[in-house]
């Protein structure tokens, strides 16, 4: 974008930021400003002015106008369990919106991924570009032969890493030549620094070194950084941009585990390999981020990720001082796998076939198809699995390009894999189950799904009801096809288990060496435990669609204390951060499911219980006259979860955003409490403006609430407690402790449904750092389900001295509602309601037994076994026990020597059956005559 003379006249404040790349090679430019202009509330600070971004927006050559982040870190080496769940505490929300670096604290690695037995063969990494976009590179380090540029796109005038010290140790995890070796010595290494000494960094800088690796031609792309906010449009774009042309892009999943819902971006990218960690023991770390993906919620359900998970824990590399150091994190997994990326890619480049077929996804598709499963994690643990070195070289190979699919089948028998799907089966009337699944597409960057999938169940009496959602286009090398399943009246009694396949055909564009469009077809393997439909006081129905959370918008964390996690990013589904609560209410017998549309959409005449669990948008008029409905006739019982709410609190708790020069004020508290409040007011039932922490005894468990609000009014009985007013306290600095706080209150009707409202989520939430109390949810549910008293002692409910909530001033809170517009004159405008969204079911298809499964599975049944022979050798280069290799693999030649002793097998065996028979029949007939000739005798 150029600024014209005129704008720069119009704006004199603002200037154009000289780059490392002249502004003739690149495709953006970035603006600054010296001083001038005010945020919306009045006070200094530099911002963009609306007219000048219309001006820009004006130009024909450009594009958009975005904001350029800056990005923090918070790195420190040590090994304390605090730094391995994601950090040090942090005192503002801006942190959190900034990206990371993902590494933790903390043996030769190279022997480990038996990178030895490649060496052997020459294959060490040679002639493969590898950048790294880190902190740099210590300049003249003894351990890195052939770094081949080093740049620095900060602030710091200096390429070297002096202070850090991460970049140094990811580069010698993938190229290290001595004392602590990398797994490919001989790749070429481009440092580019995109972190300054002080651990900060912009988008800008980002952009000015992925365009550097572009004009480099780069084979291979690390980054061991990550940050939850995968709407960060222009960082998106740009990794798409460098993956569709030819970059295989490898990134950190995050140190945010063991919880689920925390994967970082760029890692949760179709287009990206996604990189977990693994112990030493070969689990999955407990530091390792968990899927799923959370772009596609509420709507629908998220990705498998990670794609694979390597070794990341207490990793020997090269440090800032010449020698090794160790090392714990994704951030260290990261470079482990593209380590051994850079070995297979040798292998590519130095066969003019493959040469011709590398790509992200060739790539993606080698390592996910090799990788060996880590027994007893699941698919967002684990995702296609451990990293097997020589098998991915094997594999590579014999490659042909084509489509495939993660994961590579729907079992709901195999279990623990597949959870949550194993967990839970399907019946007739339960809301669609949806299995979210990444096509890879081998063929080119490009492709097309022309026809829909096909449903082909195993039998034409199945009861399974198959609807696909999918991407017509796959752009970069990747798009999904969503398997929505569900079953038809004829099954609400049927038990047992549903076979078939689904057939998903993709074409791309000719290869380089063709003029016919290339084609694939995909089989994938499918089998569903069905039951029948489970009484309707078994049935639980969660409310997805009413959640809010970062980054769609500045939402607060539930819990005012946890500083580490300052926004409420993790999805808040059942199947992320409220997986245990999940797993527990499975366990006692009860049945799951989630609402991803508004409350119109369901039947209450299914459900006992619907769950509102820690809510943050608005209800449509129609939702709350439905559920009035629902509860007074229909005899729903409701359940509600809620947690704080106070606007001078959500006012207390802002930050100044220094890439915009504003104050961000958050979008609303823990929960949204008015909203809450009209939708439970045909009960009178109104929750305070007032915030609560503190432990108690509730019958013999003890008890804790997180930030938590209290009752006001309400129908029915009530359990009280003393707590500390925590409004109180980070308002004005004062503890105050207050004694009969309501915060569980049960409105009973012995023929309508009943009504349930505890203040606080944190308890049920995984990642709530509170005491759990998954007991109170099932004494409510059994109670509501048997008519039987709680185990809770409850008494009449008494008017506290406590406020009606304030709704903060939250001007921009429409932006994330899916309910609410901008407002006119003072008063909340609705959206119309959304139409409930219905599933067709596809037609079914004949079910052919022999039809190959279409991935790269069989190509591994001809793997040469003599590898794994060397596999026991030492961890050096021509270490004890290794052996001569066997010459370059022939996946043909081992077809054709298949099938020879095939036939030679089969030939073998009928003979030796034969000469058994004979045997047997001479035999038998010998028995007959002396038993005969005794009887005789006998006589």
Known sequence: AVVSTQSRSRYPAWFRVEGRIPTERSDFCVIGSGGGGKGVDGKEGTVLDERLKSELLGHD????????????????????????????????????????????????????????????????????????????????????????????????????????????????????????????????????????SKQISHTSWFLEAFNYALQTDIDILNLSI??????????????????????????????????????????????????????????????????????????????????????????????????????????????????????????????????????????????????ERVKGSNMFEQGSGKVNLIRAYELAKGYVPQITV???????????????????????????????????????????IRTPPTWHPKTDSSVLEVAFEYSSALFPWSGYVAVVISVGVTGKETVGTEEGYILVTVTSPPSSEDITEQTSTVKIPVKINVIPTPSRGKRILWDQFHSLGYPVGPFPRDNLNLQTSPLDWNGDHIHTNFNEMYNYLRSKGYFVEVLNQNFRCFDALNYGHLLLVDLEDEFFKEEIQKLE???????????????????????????????????????????????????????????????????????????????????????????????????????????????????????????????????????LDSVGHTVKCFWLLEDILRGFTTGKELTVPLQPFKQPKFRYPKVASTALFHRYSRVVKASTGGQPSYRDIPVCRAHNPVPKQAYNNSYPIGQLHSRLLSINHKLDSEMGGGGGVGGAGARDM??????EADVRVFYILGIITAVSIVVVLYFLYSVYSLFHKKRIVLYKVRTRRGV
């Open 61 to 196: 050559k450009v594009s958009g106008v975005y904001k350029d982040k800056i990005l923090t870190v918070d790195l420190k080496s040590t090994s304390s369990r605090d730094e391995m769940y994601g950090g040090t505490e942090r005192s503002s929300y801006l942190d959190f919106f900034q990206r990371k670096l993902m590494s933790v604290t903390s043996r030769s690695i190279t022997s480990l991924v038996q990178a030895p037995v490649l060496w052997r063969r020459g294959i060490t990494g040679k002639g493969v570009k590898v950048a790294i976009l880190d902190t740099g590179l210590q300049a003249n380090h003894p351990h890195f032969r052939h770094v081949m540029d080093a740049i620095d796109f900060t602030d710091d005038n200096d390429h070297s890493d002096q202070v850090i010290g991460h970049g140094t140790f990811v580069a010698g995890v993938i190229a290290s030549s001595r004392d602590c070796l990398g797994i490919a010595p001989d790749s070429e290494i481009y440092s580019l620094k995109v972190f300054n």
């Open 886 to 891: 066997l010459s370059d693999y022939n996946y």
């Open 629 to 763: 409905v629902d509860v007074n006739k229909h005899g729903l019982n409701v359940i509600v979860f809620a947690d704080w709410y106070n606007y001078q609190i959500i006012k207390h708790i802002k930050f100044f955003d220094d890439n915009t020069k504003q104050w961000v004020i958050p979008q609303g508290g823990g929960a949204n409490i008015p909203a809450l409040n009209k939708l439970l007011s045909p009960w009178n039932i109104v929750l305070s403006d007032k915030v609560w922490k503190g432990k108690f005894t509730m019958t013999s468990h003890t008890m804790e609430v997180a930030s938590a609000s209290s009752l006001l009014s309400f129908p029915g009985d009530v359990f009280t407690t003393s707590l500390v007013d925590e409004t109180a306290e980070i308002l004005s600095s004062s503890t105050l402790t207050v004694g009969d706080v309501p915060i569980l209150g049960v409105a009973r009707t012995p023929v309508n449904g009943s009504i349930a409202v505890y203040t606080d989520s944190s308890c």
């Open 226 to 371: 990550g940050g939850p906010d995968f709407m960060d449009t222009l960082f998106v774009k740009k990794v798409m941009e460098l993956t569709s042309r030819g970059v295989i892009f490898v990134s950190a999943l995050g140190n945010d585990g063991p919880h689920y819902g925390t994967l970082n971006n760029p890692a949760d990218q179709l287009d990206v390999i996604g990189v977990g960690g693994l112990s030493y023991e070969d689990e999955v770390a407990d530091f390792s981020s968990r899927g799923m993906t959370l772009w596609e919620l509420p709507y629908g359900y998220g990705r498998v990720k990670p794609d694979i998970v390597t070794y990341g824990t207490a990793i020997r590399g090269s440090s800032l001082k010449g020698s090794c150091r160790y090392l714990t994190g994704t951030s260290v997994a990261s470079p482990v796998a593209s380590g051994m990326i850079a070995l297979i890619t040798q292998v590519m480049k130095d066969n003019e076939r493959l040469q011709r077929v590398k790509s992200p996804a060739s790539m993606k598709q080698i390592l996910m198809t090799s990788a």
């Open 406 to 448: 993660s994961p590579d089948r729907i079992d709901w028998t195999d279990c623990p894999y597949m959870w949550p799907y194993c967990s839970q089966p399907v019946y007739h009337t339960a809301m669609p189950v949806i299995v979210n699944m990444t096509l890879i597409n081998g063929m080119a960057s490009t492709g097309e």
